[in-house]
């Protein structure tokens, strides 16, 4: 099922927190995202906050400093102790009865903002982590223009496999060098084989690049042997960030026939560290069509459901703030953006179908991630393989510094948001990563 609108999307709704009231913030009322925080320069534990404006209320705190009834306390023990996936574990009824207690605390008129006032922290104040420890890490390939502009400059004369429109594409990633946003990641050292070369080398790659993503983390997990149907897939999706899946171009075209990427990919990824939950994405949800004259998704990749509502409408970009933008106190350059819904040939539940069919067992904590999310049009490319034609054709930035790939000190932000007419707008925050240099 797919989470349903209720009071807590309400538009009109307002926060007695004034900074979320705002109308450009990503973390209005209507949002709520989960992340795992403490003060800045403190050893105290970690905990669960919820962003809300430009504040993170503490659950540590409110769970101590606020009246609460019975259910709503049991719910907040384990995320008051730092474990978000104790609570991810318990499912969507869980996950509802404390949205829904949530958006009534922090709402302009409730009795218990004077109990909760106490219990915030500025979000400039807290250091975040992960939201969770990452389990089992699955990469999919779900846009079908990045794939067919990828397989173009890899196999120019074959640029879409045939599998493509059929099976949901994907490969497993490595989980323990997931990152949270704001940690530097260093510039791999690979294999790399020149076309003209006779024989491969081991140097740092030049050819290092992000992925524009979004990811899914799993909530609750299903069993060993018992595939997830497409009617119950979203059950077990908890929540979106936003996913930088960083790439080396030189490394990959040498090592991924046939098993697929992995030195050019398992150096690094970066993930935003607020969840965005599922129950807030509700009035952002679009019906998923094919394109005419391709094939309908297999009975077990098709409902109703997902006909009518399964893709999401979340528009995505890319920044780019170079080492002098930086210094220079520049934010960067928008690089591009798509939209997710545009993009993905294949929508959440039939990454979960897909991924269960066999009998496989995802757990709580794990994470499957959509694959680069780039547009139809030649400005809405999620990497800078497709922006610069494989390193042809240089992006010109507004210091006049040029790119073709990412150089050391460059730092890539991704960002995302929904909006909709009918809706309050609601965002991701930054996920944002810095290029270290190489070891050699
Ligand atoms: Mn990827």
């Not at 992340?35 to 409110?62: C, H, M, N, Q, S």
Request: net charge negative; proline share 8%; aromatic share 8%.
């Amino acid at each position: 099922m797919t989470a349903a609108r209720d009071d807590t999307h309400d538009p009109a709704l307002a926060s007695w927190v004034d900074s979320a009231n705002h109308p450009d913030t990503d973390f209005p009322i209507q949002n709520l995202p989960y992340g795992r925080f403490r003060r800045k320069g403190t050893d105290e534990p970690w905990r669960i906050g919820v962003a809300i404006g430009d504040e993170v209320l503490d659950l540590r705190l409110a769970a101590e400093l606020c009246p609460w009834g019975d259910p709503v306390l049991e719910l907040l023990t384990p995320l008051a102790a730092g474990d978000l996936a104790a609570f991810m574990a318990l499912g969507r009824p869980a996950w509802q009865t404390l949205r829904a207690a949530l958006s009534r605390a922090l709402s302009a008129d409730s009795i218990q903002g004077a109990f909760l006032e106490s219990c915030l922290v500025q979000q400039v104040d807290v250091q975040l982590s992960l939201p969770c420890e990452i389990g089992d890490y699955t990469d999919f390939y779900t846009s079908i223009h990045h794939a067919t502009a990828v397989g173009g400059l890899f196999r120019p004369d074959n640029p879409l496999l045939p599998n493509y429109q059929w099976v949901p594409i994907g490969y497993h990633g490595r989980s323990s060098s997931i990152v949270v946003s704001g940690k530097s990641l260093r510039r791999p050292m690979g294999q790399i084989k020149l076309p003209d070369a006779a024989e491969p080398v081991l140097r740092a790659s030049r050819r290092l690049d992000f992925e524009l993503e979004l990811g899914a983390l799993i909530g609750s997990d299903n069993d060993l042997g018992h595939p997830v149907a497409m009617a119950q897939a979203e059950d077990h999706l908890f929540g979106l960030v936003l996913f930088n899946d960083w790439s080396a171009r030189d490394i990959q075209p040498w090592e991924y026939q046939p098993l697929g990427p992995f030195i050019s990919k398992n150096f690094g990824s970066t993930l935003s560290p607020w969840v965005v939950t599922m129950q807030a994405l509700a009035p952002f949800r679009r019906p998923f069509k094919r394109p005419a004259g391709h094939p309908q998704p297999l009975p077990y990749l098709d409902s109703e459901a997902n006909r009518s509502a399964g893709a999401i409408d979340i528009d995505v970009e890319v920044w780019l703030q170079t080492l002098r933008m930086k210094k220079a106190g520049h934010p960067g350059d928008r690089l591009s953006g798509s939209n997710y819904s545009e993009a993905a040939y294949w929508t959440l539940a039939q990454l979960v179908a897909h991924h269960t069919v066999g009998g496989c067992n995802l757990r709580t904590g794990d994470l499957l991630g959509t694959g680069t999310l780039s547009g139809p049009a030649p400005g809405q490319g999620g990497s800078l393989l497709e922006l610069c034609g494989g390193g042809k054709t240089p992006l010109t930035l507004s210091t006049g510094e040029q790119r073709t790939f990412l150089e050391d000190g460059d730092t890539v932000i991704l960002r995302g948001a929904c909006a909709a007419e009918d809706a309050r707008r609601i965002g991701f925050g930054d996920c944002r990563g810095t290029v270290l240099p190489s070891v050699d």
